[in-house]
């Protein structure tokens, strides 16, 4: 059976881009919806695309954070964290079903 991501997210230039687009290839991921990041997402957008999911699990340094946005103070802390500096989506994200994931560690994600 094929690994399908729905959404891929990501930034040419990114090195961190380029780690999970070389994860995606190896391990024989179908992507059916890319997005270049050229388009950026502000807040309003990004709660937008986080009211389509029920999980968030993010990179924060080395650090994985997993949220359950059917609890709001959840979805409002993982909202703060999927926004970079510039108060746009971070790069990349891979949307799964129902489950966002933002940034990429150096092995992956756990379970995806």
């Not at 340094?61 to 703060?80: M, N, P, S, V, Y």
């Not at 926004?83 to 940034?103: E, I, M, Q, S």
Request: net charge positive; aromatic share 8%.
């Amino acid at each position: 059976m094929s690994k399908v991501i729905d959404w891929y997210y990501h930034r040419r230039s990114c090195e961190t881009c380029k780690r999970s687009q070389g994860f995606l290839q190896d391990g024989g991921y179908t992507v059916r919806e890319t997005t270049d990041a050229k388009q950026k997402f502000d807040r309003s957008q990004t709660e937008q695309i986080l009211d389509k999911v029920d999980q968030v699990t993010l990179t924060r340094g080395t650090k994985i954070l997993d949220f359950d946005l059917r609890q709001a103070e959840q979805k409002t802390q993982a909202l703060d964290l999927v926004l970079g500096r510039a108060g746009t989506l971070r790069a990349p994200v891979l949307r799964v079903k129902n489950h966002l994931y933002v940034g990429f560690p150096r092995g992956g994600f756990p379970g995806l």
